[in-house]
């Protein structure tokens, strides 16, 4: 028999034979490989035809399938409507027998019921889009709660017949058909497990189909086993979670694009994300470097140090190199530490080096997630919901954008239902919107921000760094481990914490220097105002900043607004200076109104 037979199927043959009433759901849409008795494969693009050839190879004497559209029908063997019909005694007509499931007249349950009760003739009947059969279990009209409870009683009454339901989840169906009954048997079909797949793209019949003639003559001979081997390997754990209709898609897609073998892997991206070239190949590595963020990040040698690895193990291919899933994200990072430390401009920072825009960079408010059908505005309403239409706005960035920064700000601000979400994501790498679309995150970077801890009377700015980095590690842990009761979304993240330190004096004084030239260089560029400040006037700003410390480069920021810029455009508006100017500020008068500039301005300056 063929090796790496799936779950269900096993499932399948056992249950049968104790089961008077089975129930299919999950991936009951898909195509399948159907394991011969000589140890091949043939290939079913319905479910259908599957459990024919399956109930066939059980000993049933009859197989029939019904839909609430085209009634009984057995399109794959000649002669089983006509015994079908004889068992029950119904009429056939164009090749079916046509019945509806419910209403008035003789109905499908009651035809069932006949077949099943009977003994003559062993027979599989399987009820194909039982889903779509009633609008609603909650509310359901009588002749509907009639006709589960004839399908019901027949299956209590049956002795060697069996009754098969395919339904997309099992609560389409009403809870009573099911819950507690000890004759049903639930079956959930999952996506092809890793050895399916290996069946699907291994072999000297299936792998030869990926390529076009030219590639099959001119490179199959080229490579050794092992080196096959290593591509297939790889394909195959790029492809976890497809189905078969996907994985045959990649194989025409992979054979229309003339394809070689060693690029096979290619055509993942491809059909993931609808690109020919990753993003993650053209990365200049001369960039990553601590060099760069301290343009943007000032005093947070040890946290850019940590996050740099991280990223570094992202682009080398060695993320997840211990464990087997390659489609989990590029990498995952978790900033904590005191707000405006840089933990949101880290992340800029690294969507501009890595992807050459800071714009790639999608940031998500967590604070705006706190209700617990928040996870509907990242990933969708369901169907009949509003803004169904409108998909989720996580989901929707990542269709647009594969390769991206994923920042959700404030982790902790979101609601504990939210974290089930992110758990898939860190785990699967792959998210199925509200519309029933797949998007996948194993481009991504995914980063979570928070200040966990920071609030705590036992950490402040006086403490050295690696007191603040052991003490809210522990409340981050805490909060994951005892608030939230989610330790394996803790596992998910690791070691991957990355805390910032407090903005130091000296630290400040460089970001302060920053901020000020900006603004000039602005000035400069917009206006061709240049704007001077003497050292007795900076100094004014430099000693408020460093009493706001606690607030890193957010306050002080907040100090060159309320210190320079507003009174700059106070002096600007007051004097009409609209351009073409140069002004010295010479010292800044504090008062308990408001700051005032000492300034004095020259006209029609000759700027380079």
């Known amino acids: 028999m063929l090796k790496n037979i799936p779950k269900w199927h096993k499932e399948l043959e056992l249950f049968t034979k104790i089961k008077p009433l089975i129930i299919l759901e999950g991936n009951v849409l898909d195509s399948y490989q159907y394991p011969t008795q000589d140890g091949g494969i043939m ?17 049933y004497q009859n197989i029939i399938f019904y839909d609430s559209l085209r009634g009984f029908y057995n399109n794959f063997e000649s002669g089983a409507v006509e015994n079908f019909g004889k068992i029950v005694r119904a009429e056939i007509t164009d090749g079916v027998i046509k019945s509806k499931f419910s209403g008035a ?3 499908a349950p009651n035809i069932i019921r006949d077949a099943l009760t009977q003994n003559a003739i062993s027979t599989a009947i399987v009820m194909d889009f039982a889903s779509r ?7 359901m009209e009588q002749p509907e709660i009639d006709s589960f409870t004839i399908l019901l009683q027949a299956s209590l009454e049956t002795i060697k017949n069996l009754l098969v339901l395919i339904v997309n989840k099992v609560n389409d169906l009403p809870a009573w058909f099911y819950l507690q009954n000890p004759n049903v048997k639930i079956i959930t079909m999952s996506t092809p497990s890793k050895g399916e797949r290996e069946n699907f793209v291994k072999g000297e019949k299936q792998f030869p189909c990926f390529f076009n003639k030219s590639v099959r003559e001119n490179q199959l001979d080229c490579y050794d086993a092992d080196e096959l081997a290593k591509i297939q390997d790889r394909f195959v754990a790029l492809t976890d979670g497809m189905s078969l209709k996907e994985l045959n898609s990649l194989k025409q897609l ?7 073998i060693r690029d096979m892997c290619d055509i993942v991206d491809l059909y993931k994300y609808g690109v020919k070239e990753n993003l993650w190949r053209k990365i200049d590595r001369k960039k990553i470097n601590a060099a760069t963020f301290e343009k943007r990040v000032k005093g947070q040698d040890a946290a850019i140090s940590k996050t740099l690895d991280i990223i570094k193990r992202a682009i080398t291919g060695m993320a997840g190199l211990q464990g087997n899933s390659h489609t989990r994200p590029k990498g995952v990072l978790f900033f904590a530490g005191p707000t405006g430390t840089g933990k949101t401009e880290t992340a800029k920072t690294l969507a501009e080096i890595i992807f050459g825009d800071e714009n790639c960079c999608i940031r998500f408010d967590m604070s705006e997630y706190s209700q617990s059908h928040s996870d509907q505005k990242l990933l969708g309403a369901p169907p009949g919901y509003v803004g169904y239409e409108s998909g989720g706005l996580l989901t929707n960035a990542v269709k647009k954008n594969p390769f991206c920064i994923l920042l959700f700000d404030e982790i902790e601000k979101a609601h504990p239902s939210i974290f089930d979400k992110f758990l898939q994501i860190l785990e699967d790498g792959r998210m199925t919107d509200g519309q029933g679309n797949t998007v996948y995150f194993s481009e991504s970077i995914i980063i979570f921000t928070s200040n966990l801890g920071t609030a705590s009377e036992n950490i402040s700015i006086n403490m050295a760094y690696d007191e603040i980095s052991k003490k809210i590690r522990h409340a981050v842990e805490n909060y994951f481990k005892i608030n939230l009761g989610r330790p394996e979304i803790l596992n998910r993240i690791g070691e991957n914490i990355v805390v910032y330190d407090y903005i130091r004096p000296n630290v400040a004084q460089d970001i302060l220097t920053a901020q000020i030239n900006k603004i000039r260089q602005n000035l400069i560029e917009d206006k061709k105002i240049d704007v001077q400040l003497t050292e007795k006037a900076f100094n004014v700003l430099k ?12 306050g002080i920021g907040n100090v060159v607004e309320s210190l320079f810029i507003n009174p700059l455009s106070r ?15 010479d010292d800044i008068k504090i008062s308990a109104i408001q700051p005032e500039l000492v300034c004095q301005k020259f006209d029609s300056i000759k700027l380079g």
């Open 543 to 554: 000693e408020n900043a460093l009493k706001n410390l606690q607030n890193g480069g957010r």
């Open 105 to 107: 007249g003789r109905t």
């Open 133 to 139: 059969y009633i609008v609603t279990p909650e509310h």
């Open 571 to 585: 002096f600007l508006f007051d004097n009409e200076i609209s351009g073409n100017a140069k002004i010295s500020v």
């Open 43 to 59: 290939f079913m693009p319905r479910l259908p035809q599957y459990l024919n050839y399956f109930f066939k190879d059980c000993g």
């Open 254 to 260: 992979c054979k229309n694009e003339c394809k070689n």
